[in-house]
């Protein structure tokens, strides 16, 4: 069964910093993986998704990596600001026949950035 | 606005009642998925559709949960006998082949 870990579950800096959030996942047979914002009390808003054949992806400040084997993503978020506060997590999709490729998802990070 | 839609946002209800939420995919997209998310944790897997063939129930889904997708194209997801512990929100996702939009989900508490 496929276990998705994220940390630190929480994060406070002050704006400005550079950051890394992480995520590991226990069975490397994925799809692909994605990244996602949640706000409070919102859905979902999809960030970035990596390929199981790609190691990163970029937008903006963002850039997400992917080792597959290590089962490992870091998601990295240059400049930090205050509007990016919010919950990030992050998401594994199986591989066809379990499911429909469904998506399996990290606790999230919760991220504060103080001005 | 990923183009899922859900409704209603909010329901409030009490203990024992019935309650009915829909989605709206993206049209052109067959997959559609329901998750349930719990205050402080990430979504859990609960049913998935193809057009409208219910193809994977999580265990999380007891008895009192029906979901339904007739045409295969909206869905509904229905909870009978409300318990407190039904509290979350419960968020719809719909899928390309290789990515996954999620509505902005129905926060569900009851009282």
């Known amino acids: 069964k496929q276990e998705v870990t994220q940390i630190p579950a929480a994060l406070s800096v002050p704006e400005g910093e550079n950051l890394v959030l992480n995520c590991s996942f226990t069975d490397s047979a994925i799809y692909n993986l994605q990244w996602f914002r949640q706000d409070p009390g919102k859905g979902l808003t999809s960030l970035l998704l990596i390929q199981s054949s790609q190691r990163e992806q970029t937008s903006g400040r963002l850039n997400a990596s992917l080792d597959k084997s290590s089962g490992r993503s870091t998601l990295y978020i240059a400049a930090s600001q205050p509007g990016d506060s919010a919950t990030y997590l992050c998401?594994?999709?199986?591989?066809?026949?379990?499911?429909?490729?469904?998506?399996?998802f990290g606790g999230g990070t919760r991220l504060m950035v103080k001005p | 606005d990923t183009g899922v839609s859900q409704n209603p946002r909010h329901k409030i209800t009490k203990r024992g009642q019935n309650v009915t939420f829909r989605c709206d995919p993206i049209s052109e997209h067959n997959r559609l998925y329901w998750y349930r998310q719990t205050l402080g944790q990430g979504p859990e897997f609960l049913t998935y559709f193809q057009n409208e063939a219910q193809l994977e129930k999580s265990r999380l889904l007891s008895d009192r949960f029906s979901a339904e997708r007739p045409k295969g194209s909206f869905s509904t997801l229905e909870i009978q006998r409300t318990e407190q512990g039904d509290s979350a929100m419960y968020l719809c996702?719909?899928?390309?082949?290789?990515?996954?939009?999620f509505g902005q989900g129905t926060r569900l508490t009851v009282v």
């Open positions: 998401a594994v999709r199986h591989v066809s026949g379990n499911a429909g490729n469904m998506l399996t």
């Open positions: 996702a719909s899928a390309s082949p290789t990515e996954a939009f």
